[in-house]
């Protein structure tokens, strides 16, 4: 029997690494090399449809799309071992078919590895804290305000694309799917460690910090 919440995260990656993709190539067409414009357009498009998924799947899932998040969800109780397991393979399986249904739609080979080089301290540095960012947004909010929780996350995301050298990819699935484009949003599978590295890192971190501002003692 499919287990709906895994179905659920299942069809929030797919939507999600699709839009991050998709947008990204379409912002890279219309910008003209306009840098900025393009990572603006980017950005209003994941943060809408992050409202949108959060807003409408939140309530099945929990609406993860995002491995760091699922793996605090476990260290915390909030999800079994066997569940973990499963949401993560629908994040990144569905999730890399997202990848390819954005190359599909714009007529692009889908078989691609990114050329597009993202390392350095300070990136690695910024995925870190960005990461943490993120899961500090979403259990603060989960705890004071469950209602608030699309808009902050999305808010939080578009403010994370501009304040952080990275943009704040801040998901090790969606790290890993984006090596698999060589578009705007991609990045070389060759810098991929580094940036899940510092994505765990800033995710244990925000936990622990969590734990101490959210939780009853």
């Given at each position: 029997?499919?287990?709906?919440?895994?179905?659920?995260?299942?069809?929030?990656?797919?939507?999600?690494?699709?839009?991050?993709?998709?947008?990204?190539?379409?912002?890279?067409?219309?910008?003209?090399?306009n840098l900025a414009i393009a990572?603006?357009?980017?950005?209003?498009?994941?943060?809408?449809?992050?409202?949108?998924?959060?807003?409408?799947?939140?309530?099945?899932?929990?609406?993860?799309?995002?491995?760091?998040?699922?793996?605090?969800?476990?260290?915390?109780?909030?999800?079994?071992?066997?569940?973990?397991?499963?949401?993560?393979?629908?994040?990144?399986?569905?999730?890399?078919?997202?990848?390819?249904?954005?190359?599909?739609?714009?007529?692009?080979?889908?078989?691609?590895?990114?050329?597009?080089?993202?390392?350095?301290?300070?990136?690695?540095l910024a995925e870190a804290i960005?990461?943490?960012?993120?899961?500090?947004?979403?259990?603060?909010?989960?705890?004071?305000?469950?209602?608030?929780?699309?808009?902050?996350?999305?808010?939080?995301?578009?403010?994370?694309?501009?304040?952080?050298?990275?943009?704040?990819?801040?998901?090790?699935?969606?790290?890993?799917?984006?090596?698999?484009?060589?578009?705007?949003?991609?990045?070389?599978?060759?810098?991929?460690?580094?940036?899940?590295?510092?994505?765990?890192?800033?995710?244990?971190?925000?936990?622990?910090?969590?734990?101490?501002?959210?939780?009853?003692?």
């Amino acid at each position: 029997m499919i287990n709906r919440a895994v179905c659920a995260e299942a069809v929030g990656s797919f939507f999600l690494f699709a839009t991050v993709i998709g947008s990204g190539i379409m912002a890279a067409n219309l910008s003209q090399g306009n840098l900025a414009i393009a990572l603006l357009g980017n950005t209003m498009a994941t943060a809408a449809i992050l409202f949108v998924l959060i807003a409408m799947l939140g309530p099945v899932s929990g609406a993860h799309f995002n491995p760091a998040v699922s793996l605090i969800a476990a260290w915390r109780g909030e999800l079994s071992v066997r569940l973990l397991f499963a949401y993560i393979g629908a994040q990144l399986l569905f999730g890399i078919m997202g990848v390819w249904a954005a190359h599909l739609m714009f007529e692009m080979p889908v078989l691609q590895l990114s050329t597009t080089a993202r390392t350095g301290l300070g990136q690695w540095l910024a995925e870190a804290i960005a990461t943490f960012g993120l899961i500090l947004t979403i259990l603060g909010t989960v705890r004071h305000r469950a209602e608030w929780v699309p808009a902050s996350v999305a808010l939080y995301i578009t403010a994370a694309y501009w304040f952080t050298s990275s943009t704040s990819f801040a998901n090790p699935a969606i790290t890993i799917a984006r090596s698999l484009t060589d578009s705007f949003s991609g990045i070389a599978p060759f810098d991929v460690p580094m940036f899940l590295l510092a994505q765990l890192v800033g995710a244990a971190c925000a936990a622990a910090v969590a734990r101490f501002l959210f939780d009853k003692v």
